[in-house]
């Protein structure tokens, strides 16, 4: 009840702000952003948020390192907990969205077969993010371990530097790659089809990813962030990750 009317009080507030936000934002996020900003200002028209894409570790040590960053939304609870736990975050970590993993190949593929088809000698090249820093790639190597198949495949890995980068490679230096749905869902993917050039990931492969958020110490007086931060946790924002591709709680 306090997280709703902490919602609706930002929300009502007044629509003279004028300033930036600067937001930390997961890479598989780079699809919705935009809807998710433009809706933002249509309740703030003069309020600019400054985005910065990368994978989640990566954020994650530039915020550690000083990075003036006022919002950290994740790709994974864990980075967020634990900026948190270092009192460089102001709030306690809420789940915003749920996102999904999907294999993605610019050449038709059988996805009947599910993860089995990497059994497939013809496949040669695997796409996915880096497992390190990217939450979606440690959840590849995760289903690859929980199937059995890691030790198989590992040798045909491509590592990409953030999930964005893992769709790129995906459909041009590799036979088929790991990659978050929610990319799907850009325009720029239609002519991929699903069941054909995409398909979901079994979700009982790998632990859901809940994706958080924090507001940072470098944004606890600014207002524009409050209302931004109760704005991505509102039914508007939830619509929008839902059209996304992503599960909203």
Known sequence: MKLKLLITALLLSSYSMAGEIK??????????????TKAFNELYPDTKVQVTL?????????IKNGAPYEILMAADMMYA???????????????????????????????????????NE???????????????????????????????VQSKFVYAESISQAVTYAVTA????????????????????EGVNWSDVDPKLYTPINQGMVILKEGQ???????????????KAKEIFSKFGYIVP
């Open 23 to 36: 937001l930390a934002l997961a890479a598989n996020l780079s699809y919705a952003i935009e809807d998710l």
């Open 54 to 62: 990368g994978s989640t570790g990566k954020l994650t040590a530039q």
């Open 81 to 119: 907990e634990k900026l948190y736990e270092e009192d460089l975050a102001v709030t306690k970590p809420l789940v915003y969205a749920q996102g999904s993993l999907a294999y993605l190949s610019s050449k038709p593929q059988d996805f009947s077969k599910g993860i089995e088809l990497f059994r």
């Open 122 to 152: 013809d496949i040669k090249k695997i796409a996915l993010a880096n497992p390190k820093t990217a939450p979606y790639g440690k959840a590849t190597i995760e289903a690859f371990e929980n199937v059995k198949l890691l030790e198989l």
């Open 174 to 193: 590799s036979d088929i790659g790991f990659i978050a749905k929610s990319s799907l869902y850009s325009p720029q993917m239609a002519q991929y089809k």
């Open 221 to 235: 007086k600014n207002a524009e962030v409050s209302a931004f931060y109760a704005f991505m946790l509102s039914k």
